[in-house]
Structures are given as C-alpha cells and as structure tokens.
C-alpha cells in the first residue's frame, strides 16, 4: 500500500457539454457511468479487449459512490451506436467556438447570446442541479450527433480546463472526470459523448473523426478554442485510461511535447507516486508511448503559452480510484499541488 500525503492546494477543472434526457430510475444511470462497450487500452479496440472488459465488469456507482448527473449521463446515451457521428461544418465550429468563448468571458451575462448561436446547431444550455452556479452545455434531444457536452462554473474565475474526451473507451474516465470537477472546484470539464472508434470510421490519415483528442474539426476542439480565446493562456488537463503495460507503470503523464527533462513533469511525478503510488511515468524520459504529442488540444494549448497536462492511468489505477475516496482525494490534491493551481 502506497504511502500517500495530503496537499492543501485545491484544483479547477474543465468540462463539456450534455444532453438532457429524463431517467426512469437510478439503474439508467448506473449502467452509462459504468461506461458502454469500451476498451480501456489507448489503441485501436479489439474484440478481446471489449470481452475481457466483459468479464471483468467495472464497479457500479453503488460501489465507487460517485453519482452520475442525470444530464451528464443522457448526453452520453447511444454514444456507442456505430456511425452516428456527424463532422461539423466550419461554419458551425464558429459558433461553438464563439458561444464558449460568450460564457467564458461573461459567464451568465453571455447566456442569452451564447443559447441563440448554439440553438440553430441543435444545442441547449441548462443549468445543472447537481453543481451550483454551473451550465451545461448539451445537445438537444434527437439531435445527437457526437458533439460533446460542456460544463462551465459561472462563479469561479480560475483558468483551469479539465477534459475527458475519451469516456467510453477509455473505462472509469466518465466518473472520474466528474469526481475530479466538483473535488477541486474547477472552472469547466469538458467530455465527449461517443465512442472514439465507433461513431465514425477512420479517414485516409487514419484518424477517426469521433475520436475528438486527435480530430481538428470537431465540436470539441472548437469548444477549446473558444475557451483559449476568451481566457488567454489556460491550465487544460486531459485524464485517460490504458490497459495494463509491462512497464508495470501506475500512469503515465506528459505535455505532449517530446523534450526531456521537464521540470513541470519531475514534480509531477513526485507528488503523484506520494499519493498514487509508484511508478508514474513521465514521458519521454521513462515512457516511449502514450506521449499526447498528436493530441490536437495540446497543440491549441500549448500554441497559446498554457499549460497542458496528460494523464494516463492505468486500468488497475482507475478501478482502485473508483472505489477509493481517499485515493480519489489525494490523487487530484497531488495534481493540484504539482501544477501549482489555486
């Protein structure tokens, strides 16, 4: 058992938008914040992977404790139905990446207008009960389209994103994005709502346009851009998921940029192994993969002098942390403390 410390520092985390849908019951809910039909590795799926996740069920949210939005969850309905992924037009990416900007530069002031740019795109903005002062931004029933759902605090001021924008495949992500949101009282999360691989099949480059970590032209990354724009230079936080590696590595983390020697990253690793436990990889000192250097977010972030951050987690990690409070709560103060984030 890892010994682990407590950091005092909070964190602000960065979120997307959602669908509002009813639930009949509690066990709707469960069953889509325990993820659907994804491998937890980060490449191409494969049908041993989906069948070994099969036979090893991810906790309930009775187990991890951690309930799901009703919003959250609906946003996400049907994210595994092959092919339904639809590419925006850029026309359309210009209004997300404006209304985004709208609410991030004044927060409920920019509501009305943000709503009318987004309305004609078959989006919605609503509050969510379970957040005080935050919005939801999701797509409207029978309208969905893969487009994402954006959460955003209209009472924090802090230049922290946190993005999960692989929840189905990359399993427990879903939860844990939302844990980690409302632990460190972030400014936004950002998630996507389908499957990386199966809302669209891959182009000539290989790339899979539902795949919206690596795709330039989705709702996604206009939302980023939108962000970036209205705050500057922004902390952005990715958190993803990996199957189990020789390496014996509890997670991997990088900028996404392929120098070695970085000095955010060496403290990074500190404080997360004090928290986590050993080993935390940092790349490309101590990892050959899952560097982040094609992640199309970094490159927004990185180009506006933020501050990126890309954390995988292994998937021994990520079921020890859904069923952890403690470990949950010293995993994002360590993130907090590293990152140095008020």
């Given at each position: 058992m890892p010994t682990r410390r407590r950091h005092s520092r909070s964190l602000l985390?960065?979120?997307?938008?959602?669908?509002?849908?009813?639930?009949?019951?509690?066990?709707?809910?469960?069953?889509?914040?325990?993820?659907?039909?994804?491998?937890?590795?980060?490449?191409?799926?494969?049908?041993?992977?989906?069948?070994?996740?099969?036979?090893n069920p991810w906790p309930t949210s009775e187990e991890t404790k951690v309930k799901c939005p009703e919003m959250l969850t609906a946003a996400r309905k049907d994210g595994t139905v092959p092919n339904k992924y639809v590419v925006p037009s850029a026309e359309e990416r210009v209004a997300m990446h404006d209304a985004i900007a709208l609410l991030f530069s004044r927060g409920k002031d920019g509501r009305a207008?943000?709503?009318?740019?987004?309305?004609?795109?078959?989006?919605?903005?609503d509050e969510l009960p379970e957040v005080k002062n935050a919005l939801v931004i999701h797509e409207d029933e029978g309208k969905r389209r893969g487009g994402g759902a954006y959460v955003i605090r209209l009472d924090e001021t802090s230049k922290v994103l946190v993005q999960t924008?692989?929840?189905?495949?990359?399993?427990?992500?879903?939860q844990l994005g939302y844990d980690f949101f409302v632990h460190t009282h972030a400014r936004a999360w950002f998630l996507n709502t389908m499957h990386r691989y199966k809302g669209a099949p891959a182009g000539i480059d290989g790339v899979h346009p539902s795949d919206v970590a690596h795709s330039p032209t989705s709702f996604f990354q206009a939302a980023t851009e939108g962000a970036v724009s209205a705050l500057g230079s922004p902390a952005v936080i990715q958190l993803h998921g990996f199957a189990e590696r020789e390496s014996g590595g509890r997670a991997v983390i990088s900028t996404g940029e392929k120098a070695k020697g970085n000095q955010l990253l060496d403290k990074m690793k500190t404080s997360l192994e004090a928290a986590a436990g050993a080993p935390i990889l940092r790349y490309p000192d101590d990892s050959k993969e899952l560097g982040a250097t094609t992640n199309v977010q970094g490159t927004v972030v990185r180009n506006a002098k933020g501050r990126f951050f890309h954390m995988?987690?292994?998937?021994?990690?990520?079921?020890?942390?859904?069923?952890?409070?403690?470990?949950?709560?010293?995993?994002?103060?360590?993130?907090?403390?590293?990152?140095?984030?008020?």
């Open positions: 985390v960065f979120v997307a938008p959602v669908v509002l849908v009813a639930f009949g019951s509690f066990s709707a809910c469960r069953s889509t914040c325990n993820g659907e039909q994804g491998s937890p590795d980060a490449e191409a799926p494969t049908d041993a992977a989906t069948a070994d996740a099969s036979k207008a943000a709503a009318a740019k987004l309305a004609p795109l078959g989006f919605s903005i924008p692989h929840t189905f495949y990359d399993e427990g992500t879903f995988e987690m292994s998937e021994s990690l990520r079921r020890e942390l859904l069923v952890s409070e403690p470990l949950r709560t010293h995993t994002w103060d360590a993130i907090s403390s590293g990152l140095e984030l008020k």
